[in-house]
């Protein structure tokens, strides 16, 4: 592996780390999703994330313990038991600042990649 | 060998169970239904060998899962860095029950056994009992690693050995079973019986006899406790109750370890033909053996007692408290026996299945079927 092959990882991470949390908010704004739902809907809508599956439901339960989200079971089918996430008032909040930023930023980045010759 | 894929996602559940902390029902509940509709989806619809294989393959090894859970990231020691936060709550409760022991016992015996006369003085004081625990603890490490070796060539979803001895831990957290709380009126009925009878009492020493009555109530309420189990299963006043007998127990033991060996004599042949009492320390005097054991027996003995107690009180406080938690009341009839749930989800699992056992083999992944 190049140097630059080990810096876009580096990069690469540090992206997803922040945007991760953006998308599932997103996510979840249309609509409340248990667990697998959401990992499929992030395997679909955000490719470039490439989560580990096992990395999505310890990050809605912190999500959860900050107050961003909220949850509830559903036992309709009790062979597998579903525990549902919905965004709080807090969620929505954190949401629309942090979209409102990211698009801010995106904008601005491709500008300057664009300047740069980059697209 | 084959394996039912259900069967596979709960040893990979015991697996993860076995890294993440106590409470931790609602975190396995989430990641089996995962498993369950990933192993679907991969079998186009039904669940087979071959795609809960792989299923259980993308979420993860286990150590892994749960440190993401746990947020305890990865850990350096004497131990392999995943079995490090096992072992590290082990020994806490090991050190933390033997130094809350050792004072107990040395207060018991100091404020109330020599002013009563009871015992001469305290015995087995500093040393013994800390210098067992840290034999103990190197015995433990050494065997860790030795056995770790032979893990490493295991498949992600089978248990390696010594998740099998960290899962004792987790064991004990299932319901007691009926055949156990049969168990326990049994041999507190007789234990009480054989501890009252005069051709024993005889035998014992002057320092423990005032404890022989303590101990035979005591055995006698456990078997009490054991009904009430083996009637209503597991719920909290039973719980509480264990947990209550526990903790008098481990008091007692404060008492015990200080008295030492609990009899003077046993029944022996005197001359070869005629039997009767036997003084236990002048038959080692006499024969020349040098080494007296039983009150290091004594203390391993009190040291078993402890540590099991202590265990049990530990399980039973937490179950109760999660039982308050889900806003249960003090008596209902409950579960016995190992993972009622478990076998009950299992079932249900098993009976949506139901007819479509022709399906789960026409799948195309390469996988041996049921």
């Known amino acids: 592996m190049s140097k630059a092959d080990k810096e876009m990882d580096r990069w690469a991470k540090e992206v997803k780390r922040g945007a991760v949390t953006l998308a599932i908010l997103s996510l979840l704004d249309k609509e409340p999703a248990y667990g697998y739902e959401l990992v499929k809907r992030l395997e679909q809508k955000v490719s470039f994330l490439q989560l580990e599956q096992g990395t999505v439901y310890p990050l809605l339960r912190r999500m959860e313990k900050r107050g961003l989200l909220v949850s509830e079971w559903d036992y309709d089918d009790p062979t597998k038991p579903k525990k549902y996430y919905g965004l709080t008032s807090e969620g929505r909040n954190a949401l629309q600042m942090m979209a409102k930023t990211w698009n801010i930023l995106s904008g601005e980045m491709k500008e300057i990649t664009m300047e740069a010759g980059y697209q | ?370």
């Not at chain 2, 009180?313 to 478990?342: C, E, N, P």
């Open chain 2, 1 to 370: 060998m084959t394996k039912e894929p259900l069967k596979l996602i709960d040893e990979y559940l015991e697996r993860v169970k076995v890294y993440l902390p106590i409470d931790s029902g609602e975190i396995l509940e989430e990641i089996r239904t995962h498993l369950i509709e990933s192993a679907e989806a991969i079998g186009n619809g039904t669940m087979t060998q071959g795609s809960t294989i792989m299923a259980i393959e993308r979420m993860g090894e286990p150590q892994a899962v749960a440190n993401e859970y746990a947020g305890s990231g990865k850990k350096v020691g004497p131990v392999p860095a995943e079995y490090a936060q096992p072992v590290f709550r082990m020994l806490l409760v090991l050190i933390g029950v033997c130094a809350a022991f050792l004072v107990g016992a040395y207060v018991v015996g100091s404020a109330f056994l020599v002013p009563w006369g009871i015992i001469g003085e305290i015995e087995n004081f500093p040393a013994s009992i800390p210098i067992m625990l840290i034999v103990n603890i190197l015995f433990v490490l050494l065997i860790i690693g030795g056995i770790s070796l032979a893990d490493r060539d295991k498949m992600p979803q089978e248990k390696t050995r010594l998740e099998g001895v960290f899962g004792i831990g987790t064991e004990g957290f299932k319901p007691k079973a009926r055949t156990d709380a049969a168990g326990e009126i049994i041999f507190g009925i007789l234990f009480g019986v054989i501890a009252l009878h005069p051709a024993v009492q005889v035998l014992y020493s002057t320092a423990f006899v005032p404890f022989v009555g303590i101990i035979a109530a005591l055995v006698f309420v456990d078997a009490i406790k054991g009904g009430m189990f083996l009637v209503a299963g597991e719920n909290s006043l039973n719980l509480i109750i264990e947990a209550l007998i526990g903790i008098v127990w481990i008091v007692i033991a404060m008492a015990l370890i200080n008295v030492g060996w609990p009899t003077d004599y046993f029944y022996g042949s005197i001359d070869g033909v005629t039997w009767g009492f036997v003084d236990l320390e002048a038959f080692f005097i006499d024969n020349g053996i040098p080494f007296f054991p039983f009150d290091w027996i004594w203390i391993f003995i009190i040291f078993v007692l402890v540590v099991t107690n202590t265990w049990r009180v530990i399980v039973d406080l937490t179950k109760v408290a999660m039982y308050f938690r889900s806003r249960r009341d003090l008596w209902w009839h409950g579960d016995w026996g190992k993972r009622q749930h478990a076998k009950g989800f299992r079932h249900r699992l098993s009976k949506h299945y139901e007819g479509r056992d022709e399906e789960r083999r026409a799948y195309e992944d390469g996988y041996q079927g049921n």
